[in-house]
């Protein structure tokens, strides 16, 4: 996909907690077409000890109201910057980047979406990409307690939304792996991002009961198109560079052990 340079603006910065938020991005023009999955590079400004550029993941794209939404996680200066920013200030992104999720083409499919954390991010639009297509996903949002659960009245309107908390203090108490939907229902697809090890667990799960499972990599990025070899995995096909050839992958093409 043709990949563009652009000055965003800030329509709202809302936000999501204590440690993120939720930026609502506009422009004056069409934005380009974005896949669930995709991933932007947003430039920093005004903050001396920030270089690079920061990869977030696409949180939805609306495309009637010309809108784009970025779940920030405030981790370092970088991020922190991008949390100040108030209506009417630009945003200078590259995008969109990476290659994303694959939709079905049966519509009978039964996909599962499984977050951990910040993770959940591109999981939204993808539900909105599937539920557009006459699919109902259902999602399964794990954190370690209820202040780290994110957006979860807004995965609610896209479809079912089950929860795991490790204190218990909402959902089923544990982790995503050990939440009862996974023995109640039959799922045809799995997707999922979040923390590895959640993600390596999950792609154990899928793996034993046979469903096909893709996994949203968070590796660090610096370039964002191949360059810098800074986000190198090891595949079943070598080295690759995740920012280029992912961040989505199935896992059959990975080399976890599972």
């Known amino acids: 996909m043709k990949k563009y340079i652009l000055d965003l603006t800030i329509r709202q910065t809302v936000a999501i907690g ?3 938020v939720l930026l ?3 422009a004056d023009e069409q934005l380009p077409e974005m896949l669930p999955g995709q991933f932007v590079e947003v430039r920093v400004d005004h903050t001396p000890s920030v270089m690079l550029r920061r990869p977030i993941s696409i949180h939805y794209y609306n495309k009637e109201t010309n809108e784009l939404g970025l779940l920030v996680q405030l981790v370092g ?3 922190r910057w991008m949390a100040t920013l108030k209506e009417g200030d630009m945003l200078n992104l590259v995008l969109p980047l990476g290659n994303g999720f694959t939709l079905p083409e ?3 499919v039964r996909p599962l979406l499984i977050g951990g954390g910040v993770g959940v991010a591109p999981l939204l ?6 539920k557009e297509m006459g699919i109902t996903p259902t999602f399964l949002l794990g954190s370690r307690t209820e202040n780290e659960l ?4 807004e995965f609610e309107k896209v479809g079912p939304v089950y929860i795991t908390t490790e204190n218990g ?3 089923e108490q544990g982790y995503v792996t050990q939440h009862s939907v996974l023995t109640r229902e039959q799922f045809s697809q799995v997707y999922t991002c979040g923390p590895k090890p959640m993600m390596v667990a999950v792609a154990r799960w ?3 009961a046979d469903v096909p499972c893709e996994v949203s990599l968070e590796n660090k990025m610096a370039c964002g198109v191949g360059a810098c070899l800074c986000c190198v995995e090891d595949t079943k096909e070598g080295n690759v560079c995740v920012c280029k050839e992912g961040p989505v992958f199935s896992i059959e093409k990975l080399s976890w052990q599972i």
């Open 18 to 20: 204590k440690q993120c």
């Open 24 to 26: 609502r991005l506009t």
């Open 77 to 79: 200066d970088g991020t």
């Open 106 to 108: 049966d519509p009978s």
């Open 125 to 130: 639009y993808l539900g909105m990409k599937l």
């Open 150 to 153: 994110m957006q979860v009245q």
């Open 169 to 171: 203090a909402v959902g």
């Open 206 to 208: 899928a793996k034993a």
